[in-house]
């Protein structure tokens, strides 16, 4: 079971908005930064966004991350179909003393 | 370009020790920015973190594998390794190596991950 708790699946539409949400605790998500990787079909994960709200060089201003309290949420806006994909949200948890992620959340594009 | 290749047997019998290792390329993996980590995902479902080495060798474990994993890095060789002992089917999954990086944002901890290999597939069986 995983330590942060993401909805299974989202879906929408070419050129919608859509949000994924990612929720934690106090000795995780309410103490560090969140981090969102997107893992397409049959690939590695990567790192889509880091420190909550930063994009790595190369990924598109359509993905933007944001957090409050306990809480991250991922949105992608202007939806395109090679969105089609698994993302985890990520954090670093101070009981564990080691990083965790959420369980996923498989994006369709309708 | 930072590359990162992992490479190891794809199958493991039962209650042997599974060996992989993780070939660092366009970068050193004695600098002390960056955590070498090993992640798994089994089939159709999440990433779980196994544990990190640094370029000293200290290293650090998921407490809920901590008895059967050893983590070691080879400079010399820009390498990377990992051994997980008395394995099982519930170890089949694809391994993952990766880069973190480790820093602080507004006084909080910042950890990501931001360059994987591609992972292998480690099947346990008979």
Known sequence: QAVLTQPPSASGTPGQRVSISCSGSSSNIGSNTVNWYQQLPGTAPKLLIYSNNQRPSGVPDRFSGSKSGTSASLAISGLQSEDEADYYCATWDDSLNGPVFGGGTKLTVL | ?126
């Open chain 2, 1 to 126: 370009q930072v590359q990162l290749q992992e490479s190891g047997p794809g199958l493991v019998t039962p209650s042997q020790t599974l060996s992989l290792t993780c070939t660092l390329s366009g970068g050193s993996i004695s600098s002390p920015s960056y955590y070498w980590t090993w992640i798994r995902q089994p089939a159709g479902k999440g990433l779980e973190w196994i544990g990190r080495v640094y370029t000293s060798g200290s290293t650090k474990y998921h407490p809920s594998l901590k008895s059967r994993v050893t983590m070691s890095i080879d400079t010399s060789k820009n390498q990377f390794a990992l051994e997980l002992s008395s394995v099982t089917a519930a170890d089949t999954a694809v391994y993952y190596c990766a880069r973190a990086r480790r820093g602080y944002t507004d006084g909080l901890e910042a950890y990501y991950f931001d360059y994987w290999g591609q992972g292998t597939l480690v099947t346990v069986s008979s």
